[in-house]
C-alpha cells in the first residue's frame, strides 16, 4: 500500500524547525541561522521514496507580532495548519514549558491531524531533562507521540520518518519523483543570500533586512561552459545599518558575496558571477506596498 499526506512543522522561532524539514528531505532548501524568525514564508518540500511520498510545510516561528511582516508571518503559519495530516510541533524548552508553546499548543489542539512533539536538541540537554519534558508535555492529551531528536546531528531523524508514515493513510504520488520544493529558484537565491548576510550580523540588523533578486541570466562563460549571471539587492531599513552590512573596506559584503555565491552554484550546479548591491527601503517592514514587492503578502494555499 502506496501512503501519502501533508505534514506541517511548527514551533516558536529559532527550534530548528528549518534544520529538521532539510534533513528529512536531504536537501537544503529551507535557510537556518542561529537568529530567531529566520523563515519567513511557509516552505514546501517532498520527499518521496517506495513507500511514502510525503508533503512537508517549513513555517515562520510563531512570536508575538511587532509589524506587518511578523503578522503576515503568523498568518502563513494559520494557514499551513489548514487540512493537514500530521502536525510537528518542535520545542528546544528542557527547561519549563512557557508561555509560547502553550499558545501553539492551543493553536493545534483544534486541528484534526496527528500530533507529534518533538523534543530537539537532545545534543544540549541531559536525558533526566528530556525524560521529565515528555512528561510534562504529555499532560496536555494532545499529542499522539512525543519524541526527542537532534535535529543538527541527524539522530532520531530517520525514526521521525517512519513515525510519519505510521500515521499517514493510502494515498496517490502527487508530485513526480523529483519534485523537490514549490519554491521557485529566485526565492531560493534570495534566500541563501538572506542566510549568508544574517550569519554576518548581529544586534537588531537581521530583521530588517530582506533580498530582492532582480536577475538572473544564463550565458556561455569560458570554455562554452554555462554561466550564470545574478544580480540583487540586500535591502536594510537605516543608513547605519548600510554601512554595518558593507562592512570596512566592503569586507563584510565581500564575505557574504563569496559564501552565497558557493551555496547558489552548488544549488545550480554552475558557475555564479554575483553581483550584490545594499540599499535602503525605510520601515519596508511595515509598507504594504514593499511587502508586496519583496512576496510578504500572499498567503499561498
Ligand atoms: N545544538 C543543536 N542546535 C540545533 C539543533 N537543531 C537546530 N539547531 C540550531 O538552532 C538554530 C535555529 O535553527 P533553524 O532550523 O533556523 O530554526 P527554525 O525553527 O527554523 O527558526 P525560525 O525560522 O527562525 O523560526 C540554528 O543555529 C541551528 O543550527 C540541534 O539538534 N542541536
Ligand atoms: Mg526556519
Not at 3 to 10: E, R, W
Not at 225 to 254: P, Q, T, W
Not at 256 to 263: L, V
Request: neutral net charge; contains cysteine.
Amino acid at each position: 500500500m502506496y501512503k501519502s499526506g501533508f505534514v506541517t512543522i511548527v514551533g516558536r522561532p529559532n527550534v530548528g524547525k528549518s534544520t529538521l524539514m532539510n534533513n528529512m528531505i536531504g536537501e537544503k532548501i529551507s535557510i537556518m541561522s542561529d537568529k530567531p524568525q529566520t523563515t519567513r514564508n511557509k516552505i514546501r518540500t517532498v520527499l518521496t521514496d517506495d513507500e511514502a511520498q510525503i508533503v512537508f510545510l517549513d513555517t515562520p516561528g510563531i512570536h508575538k507580532a511587532k509589524n506587518q511582516l511578523g503578522e503576515f508571518m503568523n498568518v502563513e503559519v494559520d494557514t499551513a495548519l489548514e487540512g493537514m495530516d500530521v502536525v510537528i510541533m518542535i520545542t528546544d524548552e528542557f527547561n519549563k514549558i512557557g508561555p509560547g508553546d502553550e499558545f501553539i499548543i492551543e493553536k493545534i489542539k483544534s486541528t484534526n491531524a496527528k500530533k507529534i512533539l518533538i523534543l530537539n536538541k537532545i545534543d544540549k540537554f541531559e536525558k533526566e531533562d528530556t525524560y521529565r519534558m515528555a512528561q510534562e508535555f504529555q499532560k496536555y492529551n494532545v499529542f499522539d507521540d512525543i519524541m526527542p531528536i537532534s535535529a543538527l546531528n541527524n539522530q532520531g531523524v530517520d525514526s521521525l520518518i517512519k513515525l510519519i508514515k505510521k500515521h499517514l493513510n493510502e494515498g496517490p504520488k502527487y508530485f513526480e519523483d523529483d519534485y523537490i520544493t514549490d519554491r521557485p529558484e529566485k526565492f531560493v537565491v534570495a534566500e541563501i543570500i538572506r542566510e549568508k548576510t544574517l550569519m554576518y550580523l548581529q544586534d537588531e540588523v537581521p530583521h530588517g533586512i530582506a533580498v530582492e533578486v532582480d536577475e538572473m541570466k544564463y550565458r556561455k562563460g569560458k570554455e562554452g561552459k554555462e554561466l550564470m549571471d545574478i544580480r540583487a539587492n540586500i535591502l536594510c531599513e537605516k543608513k547605519s545599518h548600510k554601512s554595518i552590512v558593507i562592512g570596512k573596506a566592503g569586507r563584510k559584503l565581500k564575505g557574504i558575496g563569496k559564501a552565497a555565491r558557493e551555496d547558489i552554484e552548488s544549488l545550480l550546479g554552475c558557475q555564479v558571477n554575483l553581483q550584490l548591491w545594499v540599499k535602503i527601503s525605510q520601515d519596508w517592514r511595515d509598507n504594504n506596498y514593499l511587502l508586496q514587492t519583496l512576496g510578504y503578502n500572499k498567503h499561498d494555499k
